[in-house]
């Protein structure tokens, strides 16, 4: 019996994480860069960088916050950012930004929005860049 009842609970916890991860891809919403562009002059925006600090460097959209997507603790700051704020992510190619936009969204946040093709595609478009020392 008490076999069984592990059993189920494995059984529920797989499919209750399979059908969070289902729920987080339905959801994804890519942003071109132009349209990143014209909805980041809204206040309530939240621009999030999941780029290494060594990429950072090279370039950034202004208004970023900085969270490395590898850093140890990636998911607890995403997890700090606010849940009635519009969230931008953004990385270099688009990657690491669509999954940290799955985490977001499993974990309840409802608008949230990957850069399609990443800050590549932003410096294609022509869209200004900062560069300044981030330190």
């Known amino acids: 019996m008490k076999n069984r009842l592990k059993i189920i609970y494995l059984s529920l916890v797989v499919l209750l ?3 969070i991860q289902t729920f987080a891809q339905a959801n994804l919403k890519p942003i071109t860069a132009l349209a990143l562009s014209d909805s980041l002059k809204k206040a309530s ?3 999030v960088d999941v780029r290494t600090p060594q990429e950072t460097e090279k370039g950034y959209i202004e208004g970023a916050t900085f969270i490395n997507f590898y850093d140890s603790d990636f998911v607890e700051q995403l997890n700090n950012l606010d849940k009635n704020r519009t969230v931008y992510v953004y990385c270099q190619a688009s990657g690491r930004s669509k ?3 799955e985490i977001l969204i499993g974990a309840g946040y409802s608008r949230v929005y990957y850069l399609s093709g990443g800050i590549m595609d932003w410096q294609k478009s022509e869209l200004p860049l900062k560069t300044n020392n981030l330190k």
Do not use: I, R, V
Request: proline fraction near 0%.
């Open 99 to 101: 999954k940290a936009a």
């Open 45 to 47: 925006q939240l621009l």
């Open 17 to 19: 994480g399979s059908s």
